[in-house]
T-cell receptor, first 114, second 115 residues
Framework: AQSVTQLGSHVSVSEGALVLLRCNYSSSVPPYLFWYVQYPNQGLQLLLK??????LVKGINGFEAEFKKSETSFHLTKPSAHMSDAAEYFCAVSDGGNTDKLIFGTGTRLQVFP | GAGVSQTPSNKVTEKGKYVELRCDPI?????LYWYRQSLGQGPEFLIY????????DSGLPNDRFFAVRPEGSVSTLKIQRTERGDSAVYLC?????????????FGPGTRLTVT
């Protein structure tokens, strides 16, 4: 069975500071990994995805994530936080099988202080 | 273009009642997914349609939950004899086709409250 664990339900950073949101996965097959962002009262939006190509994946809004098989991690980073980055972030895994259903983590709420 | 839409945005019902939640996917998207997001949790997979047929309904919690997609477009999630534990945000997503290369686009969700 596949799963993801997001360490830290809340992360607070100052505007301009580094953002680091942690995600570890468990999968018996090569995983496909995703980061989604959810703004209040809006649907989930895909930030980036890893599908076994380059291990460093660049996404929208300046976010990137690095797939590290040895650490079973897929942490999300952004060099400089912006106030507009405040949202809930979800890591997800898929086995790319018959349904491509996504298995989500519990989410990390990012707060950005001026 | 129009994204995934879901109606109603909010639904309050009494325990034991029947509810229907509707999802309008992006035009031309053949794959449709339902997820449920409880408070403080990530979305949990319920059911997946490829075209008109349910290709995977392994996430439906019990036989009170049922979903249809009769014409391969709009989908309805039906919940019979609602229970307070069914209270959650129900999310719908669609993608162009099957395959991880295709992004799942999510609707804003329907917040269901069972009193």
């Amino acid at each position: 069975a596949q799963s993801v664990t997001q360490l830290g339900s809340h992360v607070s950073v100052s505007e301009g500071a580094l953002v680091l949101l942690r995600c570890n996965y468990s999968s018996s097959v090569p995983p496909y990994l995703f980061w989604y962002v959810q703004y209040p009262n809006q649907g989930l939006q895909l930030l980036l995805k890893y599908t076994s190509a380059a291990t460093l994946v660049k996404g929208i809004n300046g976010f990137e994530a690095e797939f590290k098989k040895s650490e079973t991690s897929f942490h999300l980073t952004k060099p400089s936080a912006h106030m507009s980055d405040a949202a809930e972030y979800f890591c997800a895994v898929s086995d790319g099988g018959n349904t491509d259903k996504l298995i989500f983590g519990t989410g990390t709420r990012l707060q950005v202080f001026p | 273009g129009a994204g995934v839409s879901q109606t109603p945005s909010n639904k309050v019902t009494e325990k034991g009642k029947y509810v229907e939640l509707r999802c309008d996917p992006i035009s031309g998207h053949t794959a449709l997914y339902w997820y449920r997001q409880s408070l403080g949790q990530g979305p949990e997979f319920l059911i997946y349609f490829q075209g008109t047929g349910a290709a995977d309904d392994s996430g439906l919690p019990n036989d009170r939950f049922f979903a249809v997609r009769p014409e391969g477009s709009v989908s309805t999630l039906k919940i019979q004899r609602t229970e307070r534990g069914d209270s959650a945000v129900y999310l719908c997503a669609s993608s162009l086709s099957f395959g991880t290369v295709y992004e799942q686009y999510f609707g804003p969700g329907t917040r269901l409250t069972v009193t």
